[in-house]
């Protein structure tokens, strides 16, 4: 069974960066897709970014070009380096565990960190 922690958010101003980690245990980490996931207050939960267990990505719209997902397998982490950050950006993010299809998209089990919260100020 996978477990998932989640850190690096806080409080940035627009136009800031932040890196987001997250500490996977409980084996068959390199096997897994991973991807981060957020939720604002009010909204239900969107997906972010996903990374495959080769290192392929893929991004959300609204983040292309400004947020980038990475592995280190060695050490069962994966990253969320975030920049230009707005403050629609602002929400709990998540890890996850899942797979992709062959068509690139996302699938998530059932496996969710605590969450950890990035803030951005006007």
């Known amino acids: 069974q996978v477990q998932l922690v989640e850190s690096g958010g806080g409080l940035v101003q627009a136009g800031g960066s932040l890196r987001l980690s997250c500490a996977a245990s409980g084996g068959g980490f390199s096997m897994y897709a991973m991807a981060w996931y957020r939720q604002a207050p009010g909204k239900q939960r969107e997906l972010v970014a996903a990374?495959?267990?080769?290192?392929?990505?893929t991004y959300a719209d609204s983040v292309k070009d400004r947020f980038t997902i990475s592995r280190d397998n060695a050490k069962n982490m994966v990253y969320l380096q975030m920049s230009s950050l707005e403050p629609e950006d602002t929400a709990v993010y998540f890890c996850?565990?899942?797979?992709?299809?062959?068509?690139?998209?996302?699938?998530?089990?059932?496996?969710w960190g605590q969450g950890t919260t990035v803030t951005v100020s006007s």
């Open positions: 996850n565990t899942g797979r992709t299809y062959l068509s690139g998209i996302y699938m998530p089990y059932d496996y």
């Open positions: 990374i495959t267990s080769g290192g392929g990505t």
